[in-house]
């Protein structure tokens, strides 16, 4: 399973963006995705999550409100549209994958909890 993030790029404060995640090999439609990010000299933090059917998401309290996480089972991707955009959202944006496919309000949190992750998506928002 490969995990390939885009999207990524440089932004005003208060612009959008929209992250993607495509997915190759695997049973895309059966896992959970999830959006994490880290900032320079900070760890790794939750972003947002998404079940296997679409139907629960779940958002960082930072992000709640702004962000919002969509899936295309037909496409194999996984979608962050970020609104509202603040340098505090600055980071290095990275997509996971959990095979088991239900992520609960506990689990979205645990990196442990995904399997597979992509690369990495540089997000930078100006002042």
């Known amino acids: 399973v490969q995990l390939q993030a885009s999207g990524g790029g440089l932004v005003q404060a208060g612009g959008s963006l929209r992250l993607s995640c495509a997915v190759s090999?695997?049973?895309?439609?059966?896992?959970?995705m999830g959006w994490f990010r880290q900032a320079a000299g900070k760890e790794r933090e939750f972003v947002s999550g998404?079940?296997?059917?679409?139907?629960?998401?779940y958002f960082a309290d930072s992000v709640k409100g702004r962000f919002i996480i969509s899936r295309d089972n037909a496409k194999k991707t996984v979608y962050l549209q970020m609104n509202s955009l603040r340098p505090e959202d600055t980071a290095v944006y990275y997509c996971?994958?959990?095979?088991?496919?239900?992520?609960?309000?506990?689990?979205?949190?645990?990196?442990?909890?995904?399997?597979?992750w992509g690369q990495g998506t540089q997000v930078t928002v100006s002042s």
């Open positions: 998404v079940n296997w059917s679409g139907s629960d998401t």
């Open positions: 090999g695997g049973t895309f439609s059966s896992y959970a």
């Open positions: 996971a994958a959990d095979t088991y496919g239900i992520l609960t309000e506990e689990s979205v949190y645990d990196r442990s909890e995904y399997d597979y």
